[in-house]
C-alpha cells in the first residue's frame, strides 16, 4: 500500500536489545494527506540503516510504501505500519473540475396573477 501527503512529525528515535541479543533501532512518523479533508498516519521505519538512508525529515512531501500487521499484547491488538520504500516530491495537483456551461431555465413568475389579484397560481 502507499500514501502520499507531508511530513508533520518527527518522534524521537527508540532502540533496544532483543530477547537474542541483537541491538535494534526504531523511528515513528506522521503524515498528512493533502486532501480536501486531511488525514494523519503515524509509520515507522525500522532499522538504523533504512533510517539512514530515508532519512526523512519535517515539512518533506512524500510518498510512503508500507505494510500493515497486527500483534497481540496482553490481550490487546496493535496496529504496525512500516515503511519499506520512500520516493520524494510533490503531491500530484490536484485538477480543477471543468466548468460546464448548461442552458439557461426560465422559472415563470408566480408572484402575480394575470387576470385576478386575489387568485392563487395553483
Do not use: H
Not at 18 to 23: A, D, H, I, Q, V
Not at 52 to 59: D, H, K, L, T, V
Amino acid at each position: 500500500m502507499e500514501i502520499t501527503g507531508k511530513i508533520i512529525a518527527v518522534l524521537p528515535e527508540r532502540g533496544g536489545t532483543s530477547k537474542t541479543g541483537n541491538e535494534w533501532k526504531m523511528q515513528e512518523y506522521v503524515l498528512e494527506t493533502q486532501e480536501q479533508y486531511p488525514r494523519k498516519m503515524c509509520f515507522n521505519v525500522f532499522g538504523a540503516d533504512k533510517i539512514a538512508q530515508f532519512n526523512i525529515q519535517a515539512g518533506e512531501v512524500m510518498t510512503v510504501s508500507f505494510d500493515i500487521n497486527a500483534r497481540e499484547y496482553n490481550g490487546r491488538w496493535y496496529n504496525d505500519i512500516r515503511a519499506w520504500r520512500v520516493e520524494r516530491g510533490a503531491a500530484p495537483e490536484a485538477t480543477d473540475m471543468p466548468v460546464i456551461d448548461a442552458p439557461k431555465i426560465e422559472v415563470p413568475d408566480f408572484s402575480k396573477a394575470e387576470n385576478d389579484p386575489d387568485e392563487l397560481p395553483f
